[in-house]
Every structure is written in C-alpha cells, then in structure tokens.
Nanobody
Framework: QVHLEESGGGLVQPGGSLRLSCEFSGTIFRIDFVGWYRQAPGKQRERVTASYSGSDTIYEESVKGRFTASRLKNAYKLQMSSLKPEDTAVYYC???????????????WGQGTQVTVSS
C-alpha cells in the first residue's frame, strides 16, 4: 500500500511562512499526479496545486505568487509565504499512482496537516 504523511502545519501570523511536506512510502511504480488540497471548516475541499507528469505545477488562483510546490526525492513540498487568514485549513496531499506495471492508478490521500493563520 501507498502511504502519504503530511507535516509542517502549525499556527502562524498573517504574512508568515510555512513549509509543508508530503512524504511518500510504499510500493510506487509510477506517479501520474501529485497535488495539494485544503479544506476549511464548513467549506468544500479545494485544490491548491496540481502537478501532472511532464507538466508544470498549476496553482489555484488565490495562492499564485505565494505558494510554491516542489518535488524532492520522496517528498512533495509546499512552500507557503505571505499567508493570509483565509489560508487557514487542513491541507492534504494527494498522489495518483500505479503500484505495479499492469495496475491501474489510484488516488491516495494523507491524513492532513492543520494550517492556522491568525494573530
């Protein structure tokens, strides 16, 4: 099985920065997609970043210029700067991958990490 573990969340003041990490483990044959999502209380989950194989990362409009996603070894990073209160949410990493050569790809989710932006 594929396991994802997010870390790096916490409480920061508006304008501050956080760096989230999504670490992959398990048997991964091929990664087709990796992205960051977030969900605030009472709101729908929204996609923050999207990275398809062979393509540049796509960012949700509200985080453009402030968030930067990157891949480093077995971890997917999300550098967040100039944080705003509206960024407060549980952030989830999602990985679409195949676990064998002939297997179909599936979506795997982490448990999330809380990001709170408040004074």
């Amino acid at each position: 099985q594929v396991h994802l573990e997010e870390s790096g969340g916490g409480l920061v003041q508006p304008g501050g920065s956080l760096r989230l990490s999504c670490e992959f483990s398990g048997t991964i044959f091929r990664i087709d997609f990796v992205g960051w999502y977030r969900q605030a209380p009472g709101k729908q989950r929204e996609r923050v970043t999207a990275s398809y194989s062979g393509s540049d990362t796509i960012y949700e409009e509200s985080v453009k210029g402030r968030f930067t996603a990157s891949r480093l070894k077995n971890a997917y990073k999300l550098q967040m700067s100039s944080l705003k209160p509206e960024d407060t949410a549980v952030y989830y990493c999602m990985l679409t991958c195949a676990t064998s050569m002939d297997g179909r790809p599936y979506d795997f989710w982490g448990q999330g990490t809380q990001v709170t932006v408040s004074s």
